[in-house]
């Protein structure tokens, strides 16, 4: 039987971690709505933008661990930043899109499958979840789609909005997956700027390729874009990479759900998309959801021996 990686307790510095990444992502798809800009090129500006912050700082604090990475069993890990870099764009180029062709519930309900996609990919990485954990992960999406109101059959274009959702979750579980293993021994401010900067070297050859306007913009747009990189880039998932070495990647996906509320919250308050009559009782099936899958893991974590695993280097906001 498969060990789980032992992780140390959650701290307050975790916990509140988790918190801000869970408030700042819900105003993700909430500004993707509003900017009139192409998806795709919004969210190579997410990233271009958010490594042009980090770059500068984790280049003069982290130029040994650069280095490391590109040397003997290093090489491991930077393929691992770079593969997640890979899965980061895949999710950005499927799941952006969706919101600007469904609205901000249906696409944030769907790409909240993330969770059911990460417990498939533990499980193929021999790792037995609890039953606890699943039925949790079920719960959860379940209460996700109710209380945003995810419809397949309000028109074609919202049809293939909600297929790039669901792609979008598939791709951010595997994304998660490869960003636990490299978090495991690379501090967060290295792996967030090789990770992004993959990304954006991806999405800018898929525009340029495509064709998509990159500038001309109105002064709204570009305030959201610079937004979307403040809020749910650089806090966001900046903060949920932190807390990755000290939470499964299938807990955190989990957590993610939480977005779901929170962006059709926004999208009801900024930009008139109102609540379906379920989005209450959906939300406390959601918040169910996320307390079983916490206490499950929790308890199978204290069944299970511990199997140390290197200490993180990086401290919140290196």
Do not use: K
């Amino acid at each position: 039987m498969s060990l789980t990686p032992y992780r140390p307790p959650v701290d307050a510095l975790t916990l509140g971690a988790l918190v801000l990444a869970v408030g700042a992502v819900s105003s993700s798809a909430p500004l993707v709505a509003f900017a009139a800009a192409p998806a795709l090129a919004i969210a190579f500006w997410r990233n271009t933008l958010s490594v042009a912050v980090l770059g500068p700082f984790s280049l003069a604090r982290r130029r040994p661990e650069f280095r490391a990475l590109t040397v003997g069993a290093g090489r491991r890990e930077g393929l691992y930043c770079v593969l997640s870099g890979l899965a980061l764009a895949a999710h950005f180029a499927t799941w952006m899109p969706s919101v600007q062709l469904t609205t901000v519930a249906a696409a944030t309900a769907l790409v909240a499958t993330q969770p059911v996609w990460q417990g498939l990919i533990a499980r193929w990485q021999g790792r037995r979840l609890p039953l606890a954990v699943w039925a949790g992960i079920g719960i959860a999406v379940v209460g996700a789609a109710l209380a945003t109101g995810a419809d397949l059959t309000v028109s074609g274009r919202a049809f293939a909005g909600d297929l790039l959702a669901v792609a979008g979750g598939m791709f951010a579980a595997i994304y998660t997956a490869l960003g636990e293993r490299a978090r495991a021994t690379i501090s967060t401010t290295t792996y967030t700027t090789i990770c992004y900067g993959v990304c954006a070297a991806v999405l800018l050859v898929i525009c340029l390729l495509g064709g998509v306007r990159l500038h001309g913009y109105d002064p709204g747009t570009w305030l959201a874009i610079l937004g979307l990189v403040a809020g749910a880039q650089l806090l966001g998932h900046s903060m949920f990479n932190y807390a990755l070495h000290r939470v499964s990647a299938t807990t955190v996906s989990v957590l993610i759900l939480l977005e779901a509320p929170g962006a059709a919250l926004i999208a009801w308050v900024w930009l008139g998309q109102l609540p379906r009559p379920l989005a209450l009782p959906g939300l406390a099936l959601l918040l169910a959801g996320v307390a079983v899958v916490i206490l499950g893991g929790a308890r199978a974590g204290r069944r299970t021996e511990p199997v140390a695993v290197p200490a993180d280097p990086a401290p919140l906001g290196d």
